[in-house]
C-alpha cells in the first residue's frame, strides 16, 4: 500500500480551509500549521495565469528526514507514511534542515511536528481532514498501489507534477494541471 | 425503534471501513453517521451537538464536537446539509476561534463618567437591561415608540425584531440590503417576479456556462456555490469572467474579460445585441414568456460589439465569442446576479441588463439556470398582534419607490435633528453589525450616533461600533446558545437546529434571552408568553411534524417540495410573478415611476492623474470585520495588503511590502498604513485591498491598526433612486509615503 494525495490545482481556490480543518483536527497550535497554501502568477496583465495550492508533507518514499533522524523518531509507517514520534525527538531540527518542501516545524512543546496524513483517521476509515473539508473538492486520497483507485486513475488521466522533483525525493502528494 | 436503528447502522458503518482501507471505503462511508464517536488526536470522548454557523449568513449547519470539560474542539458541517454537504468553509471550520477569542466582550458594560472622564464600567445584567429599558421607555414617552430605531444582521436581528415590532417599532434597517444585494433583488423583481434571495438558487452544478459580472465565487466563500463551481469545472462548463482584476474565479475561467470598471452596463447591452442580432437567443422561451422583446431589439440595435469596445477595452471579438459561448449553452446557462452588487449608483439597472439577459437565454426557471427555490414556513409561536407604528422604515425609504427594506442611511439621517426631519429618530439598538465598516460615509453616520439620546449595542466582540455605545450588551456565541430554526430556501425546503454546544464562556447570554428580558421589563409580558426559545422551537418543530430529539440527532431536516417541478416543464403554460405575469424585458412599472424601463449605459466619473479606483472585496479567510480578530483565522491573514499593477508600482516609486496612507478625492486620509502588494492580478486604473480590516478598537488586540479600512475611505456615495442602494465604487485614492499622523501621534 502507497498512500498518495492528488490535487487539482484547477479547482483548488486557495481559501485554506484544509489549513484550519488540519489544526483542528491536530490540535495544531495557533502560529503554527502543517498545511499551507501557495499562490503563483505569471505573465503580464492581462495574459496571466494564476495556480493555487495546498501544500504539505509529501511522506517521500525516499525521505532525506527519515534518513538523517538520530534517533529514529522520523520513521515511516505502514502505507509510507512518514511519521515523528515526539517523545524519541530530541528537537535538533536535522530533519527540519533536510526538508526541500519545508514541512516540518519545531512544536513549542520542543519535538518537531508535521502533517500525518491524519493517520489516526485512516485507521477509522476516515480521509485525511483536509481532504474531507475542502469546499472545492479538489483532494483525493487514497493507494497508488491499487490500479483501481480513484487517484490512481486521476493520475493515468490527468497531466500532473510533483514539487521539487530534482530533489528525488520520490514524493507522494501529486497536483493535477492544465 | 428509530434510535436503535440508527446506532445500528452506525455500527456497522465502523466496522466495515475497519477493515477495508480502501479509497472505494473511503468515499462510501458516510463521514455524519461515523462521526459521533470520533477521537481528534490527543482528545478523549468527544460529543457532537447540532448547530448552523454564524461565521456568516450562509448559515451552513455543522456538528461542534466539545470534550469532556465542555471547550468546542472542533466543527464539521452536516453531510444532509444543502448549503454545506458536509464541508464548511475556512471560516466555519475556524467558528472555534469566535468561542476561544479572549478578547470577547464578557460582562455588560455602561458607559459613565467619572471624573470629568467617559468610560465603561462592568455592570450587572439587570443594572443593564433595567437601564436600557427605562431609556426605551422614555423615548416611547417622549416621541413615540417609531423612534427607536433597530439596525441589525444575522440571527441576534431576529429576536430584536421581535421585541421592537412588540414594543410599537418598525423603524429598522440591515447593511445587508442597501450597502450590499438590495439593487439585484429589485432588477430580478422587476424582471422576474421574484426576488434572488438567499442562498442564490443558481443551478451551477448542472450549468454549461457560468457567468460572473465581478462576482469572486472562491474568495468570497458562499459555500454551496463554490462547491457547484468546483462541480462545474469538473463538468466541462465555460466559466465566464469579468472583473479589472484578475480574481481567483478568472483565473479559472475560459474566458477573462479584464473590464474597465464602470463599464459592465455597456457590456451587457452588446451582450444582448449579439444574442439577438445572430438569432442565438431562446426564441420559444422568449415568445411564450416574454413581454416587450420588440422594444428591446430596436433599444440594443446600436449596441454593437464595437461600440462596447470603446467604452469597456473589451475586444469585439471577445464579446461575440462570449456571446455565443452563453447561445450554445442555453437554456443552461447562469448570468450570475453576484451578491454586494452596490458599485456605482445605476445598480438595479445592471441587476436588470443581467435579468434580462438570463430572459433572452431562457435560463430562469430551466435546468442549468436558475431552478425554482422552495422554503418551509416556520409557524409563529402564537402571540398578540403587533400594535400598528404611525411610521416605520417605508416611510423613511418612501423618496426610493421600490425600496422593500429598511434603507440604513435614511435611518440614520432620520437620527441627525434637523427641523425638515418629518420622521426623528431618538435612539438605537445595534445587534451584530458593525456600523462603523457597515456603513459608509463615517461622517455621516458619527453625526447621527452622536445626536442620539441613547445607543445600546449588542455584540460577541469589542467591535469598533461598541466604543459609540451607552450600553454593551455581551451576546454569548452560536457555539453556546440555542436559536431560530434555520430554514432555507433550496432546491428541496429543508430546516436546521441550532442548540448550544457548550455553557456561554464569562457573563455573556444569549441574543433570545437579552430580547425576553428587555421585553418583560418594558411590559410585553403577552409577546413572550413561554420561558425560554426552547419551548417556542419545541412547539414549532410539532407543528412541523418534527421534535427537538429528533433534531438533536440528525441537525437537519429536509421536506419535500410542494410547489411543483424545479424548472419550467416543456411548453409549460407559467406565470412569473411580475405585474404582467410574464418576463419583463421593457417594464412598464419603471416607466411609470420615471426611470428607464430598459438598461442605458450612462458614463461615470473616472479618476483623475494620479488616483486610482479604490476597489475592494472579500478574502476566503474572513467574513467582513467579524472574523478577523478570531485567532485561528486571523492566523491565517491578519492584514489586509494594497494590489498594485507593477507599471503603478513603478510610476509612484512603490515597493512591495512598503507601507502607505492612503488619501481619497475628499482629502480623508486612511487612519492606518498599509503594505503594498505589487502584482499584474490588478489593472493600472484601481488598486484593491480585503474588506474589513484597520479596526481601531483596541481592545481586539490582533486586529488593532492592522491594515487599512476600505469603508473609512468611501465617502462619496452615489444613491441608487430605484431602491435607495449606497453606491461605493466612485472612490479614489492617491498614495502617501510619509506618515501623515506623525505630528499628532501621542
Ligand atoms: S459559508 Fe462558511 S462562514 Fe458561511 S455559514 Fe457556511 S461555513 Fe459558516
Redesign the pocket.
Known amino acids: 500500500m502507497r498512500y498518495a494525495m492528488v490535487i487539482d490545482t484547477l479547482k483548488c481556490v486557495g481559501c485554506s480551509d484544509c489549513v484550519v480543518a488540519c489544526q483542528t483536527e491536530n490540535n495544531v497550535p495557533i502560529g503554527y500549521c502543517r498545511d499551507w497554501i501557495t499562490e503563483s502568477v505569471s505573465g503580464t496583465y492581462p495574459t496571466l495565469e494564476l495556480e493555487l495550492k495546498s501544500e504539505r508533507c509529501n511522506h517521500c518514499s525516499s525521505a532525506p528526514c527519515v534518513r538523517c533522524c538520530p534517533t529514529g523518531a522520523s520513521h515511516i509507517v505502514e502505507g509510507g507514511i512518514v511519521k515523528v514520534t515526539a517523545n524519541e525527538c530530541i528537537g535538533c531540527g536535522a530533519c527540519i534542515e533536510s526538508c526541500p518542501y519545508d514541512a516540518r516545524y519545531q512544536h513549542p512543546e520542543g519535538h518537531v511536528d508535521k502533517c500525518t496524513f491524519c493517520h489516526h483517521r485512516l485507521e477509522k476509515g476516515q480521509l485525511p481532514a483536509c481532504v474531507s473539508v475542502c469546499p472545492t473538492k479538489c483532494m483525493y486520497f487514497g493507494d497508488l498501489d491499487d490500479p483501481t483507485s480513484e487517484v490512481s486513475q486521476l493520475l493515468k488521466s490527468r497531466k500532473h507534477k510533483v514539487l521539487a522533483p530534482e530533489a528525488g525525493t520520490k514524493p507522494n502528494v501529486y497536483y493535477l494541471i492544465k | 425503534m428509530v434510535n436503535s436503528r440508527r446506532s445500528f447502522i452506525k455500527i456497522s458503518a465502523l466496522g466495515a471501513s475497519g477493515i477495508a482501507l480502501t479509497p472505494l471505503a473511503f468515499s462510501s462511508i458516510n463521514e455524519s453517521t461515523l462521526s459521533e464517536n470520533l477521537l481528534a488526536e490527543g482528545t478523549k470522548n468527544l460529543k457532537r451537538t447540532a448547530t448552523?454557523?454564524?461565521?456568516?449568513?450562509?448559515?451552513?449547519a455543522?456538528w461542534a464536537y466539545t470534550d469532556e470539560e465542555g471547550n468546542v474542539k472542533k466543527l464539521v458541517?452536516n453531510e444532509n446539509d444543502p448549503?454545506?454537504n458536509g464541508r464548511?468553509?475556512p471560516?466555519?471550520?475556524g467558528?472555534v476561534g469566535m468561542y476561544n477569542d479572549k478578547d470577547r466582550l464578557k460582562t455588560p458594560l455602561i458607559r459613565k463618567t467619572i471624573d470629568g472622564k467617559e468610560t465603561f464600567v462592568e455592570a450587572s445584567w439587570d443594572e443593564a437591561l433595567d437601564l436600557v429599558a427605562s431609556k426605551f421607555k422614555g423615548i416611547k414617552k417622549k416621541y413615540g415608540a417609531e423612534s427607536l430605531g433597530l439596525l441589525k444582521h444575522g440571527c441576534p436581528g431576529a429576536h430584536f425584531n421581535h421585541l421592537f415590532r412588540s414594543f410599537g417599532s418598525e423603524t429598522d434597517a440591515e447593511p445587508a440590503y442597501a450597502q450590499c444585494r438590495g439593487p439585484r433583488e429589485t432588477g430580478f423583481a422587476l424582471t422576474f417576479g421574484s426576488w434572488v434571495g438567499s442562498p442564490e438558487p443558481t443551478d451551477i452544478r448542472d450549468t454549461k456556462c457560468l457567468v460572473l459580472i465581478g462576482s469572486h465565487i472562491g474568495e468570497n466563500?458562499?459555500?454551496s456555490q463554490i462547491q457547484e463551481m468546483s462541480d462545474a469545472i469538473d463538468n466541462g462548463a465555460t466559466i465566464i469572467t469579468v472583473d479589472p482584476r484578475l480574481s481567483t474565479a478568472a483565473s479559472k475561467s475560459d474566458y477573462w474579460l479584464p473590464i474597465k470598471p464602470s463599464t459592465d452596463i455597456a457590456l451587457l447591452l452588446a451582450w444582448m445585441h449579439v444574442l439577438i442580432y445572430e438569432d442565438i437567443y431562446d426564441k420559444d422561451y422568449v415568445e411564450r414568456y416574454g413581454l416587450g422583446f420588440d422594444e428591446l431589439k430596436e433599444h440594443v440595435k446600436d449596441f454593437t460589439p464595437e461600440w462596447a469596445y470603446g467604452i469597456t477595452t473589451i475586444k469585439p471579438d471577445q464579446i461575440r465569442k462570449t456571446a455565443r459561448a452563453m447561445g450554445a449553452a442555453s437554456p443552461a446557462v447562469i448570468i450570475h446576479p453576484g451578491r454586494h452588487v452596490v458599485w456605482y449608483g445605476d445598480d438595479t439597472q445592471r441587476a436588470r441588463a443581467m435579468a434580462i439577459l438570463n430572459g433572452l437565454l431562457g435560463s430562469w426557471g430551466r435546468r442549468g439556470g436558475f431552478y425554482f427555490k422552495e422554503k418551509i414556513k416556520i409557524p409563529d409561536f402564537p402571540h398578540p398582534p403587533y400594535p400598528e407604528p404611525k411610521w416605520g422604515w417605508k416611510e423613511l425609504a418612501a423618496k426610493y419607490p421600490l425600496a422593500d427594506m429598511g434603507i440604513t442611511t435614511e435611518l440614520i439621517r432620520a437620527s441627525i435633528p434637523n427641523k425638515d426631519n418629518k420622521y426623528q429618530i431618538k435612539a438605537w439598538m445595534v445587534a451584530g453589525t458593525n456600523l462603523i465598516q457597515s456603513i459608509p460615509d463615517t461622517k455621516l453616520l458619527l453625526e447621527a450616533i452622536d445626536a442620539l439620546e441613547f445607543l445600546v449595542v449588542i455584540d460577541t466582540m469589542p467591535m469598533d461600533i461598541t466604543g459609540y455605545a451607552d450600553v454593551i450588551l455581551p451576546e454569548c456565541t452560536y457555539l453556546e446558545r440555542c436559536d431560530i430554526l434555520r430554514s432555507a430556501t433550496n432546491r428541496e425546503p429543508s430546516i436546521a437546529l441550532r442548540v448550544a454546544a457548550t455553557t456561554p464562556k464569562y457573563n455573556t447570554k444569549p441574543g433570545s434571552w437579552i430580547a425576553r428580558e428587555i421585553g418583560l421589563r418594558l411590559g410585553l409580558d403577552e409577546y413572550y408568553n413561554y420561558e425560554n426559545l426552547k419551548e417556542v422551537i419545541e412547539w414549532q418543530l410539532e407543528q412541523l411534524g418534527s421534535s427537538l430529539e429528533e433534531m438533536k440527532k440528525i441537525g437537519v431536516k429536509k421536506f419535500p417540495r410542494k410547489s411543483g417541478s424545479m424548472y419550467i416543464t416543456e411548453g409549460e403554460h407559467h406565470e412569473f410573478g411580475t405585474q404582467s405575469g410574464k418576463v419583463e424585458f421593457y417594464s412598464a412599472e419603471l416607466e411609470e415611476l420615471g426611470f428607464d424601463p430598459m438598461p442605458v449605459y450612462k458614463s461615470h466619473d473616472h479618476p483623475e492623474q494620479g488616483f486610482y479606483r479604490l476597489n475592494y472585496g472579500r478574502s476566503p479567510m474572513h467574513?467582513f470585520s467579524r472574523t478577523i480578530n478570531n485567532p485561528n483565522l486571523n492566523d491565517l491573514m491578519d492584514e489586509n495588503k494594497l494590489w498594485v499593477n507593477p507599471k503603478v508600482a513603478r510610476i509612484e516609486g512603490l515597493k512591495n511590502e512598503q507601507e502607505v496612507w492612503l488619501e481619497n478625492q475628499d482629502g480623508v486620509i486612511s487612519e492606518f498604513p498599509i503594505k503594498v502588494r505589487v502584482t499584474e492580478r490588478i489593472r493600472w486604473d484601481s488598486v484593491y485591498m480585503y474588506h474589513g480590516f484597520g479596526q481601531h478598537n483596541k481592545k481586539l488586540s490582533r486586529a488593532y491598526g492592522k491594515g487599512a479600512c476600505d469603508t473609512q475611505l468611501i465617502t462619496k456615495i452615489s444613491t441608487d433612486p430605484i431602491m435607495g442602494g449606497s453606491a461605493m465604487r466612485g472612490n479614489f485614492v492617491k498614495f502617501i509615503t510619509n506618515n501623515p499622523h506623525k505630528d499628532i501621534e501621542v
Open positions: 448552523y454557523c454564524e461565521v456568516c449568513f450562509w448559515k451552513c455543522a458541517g448549503h454545506c464548511l468553509c471560516r466555519g471550520t467558528g466563500m458562499h459555500n467574513t
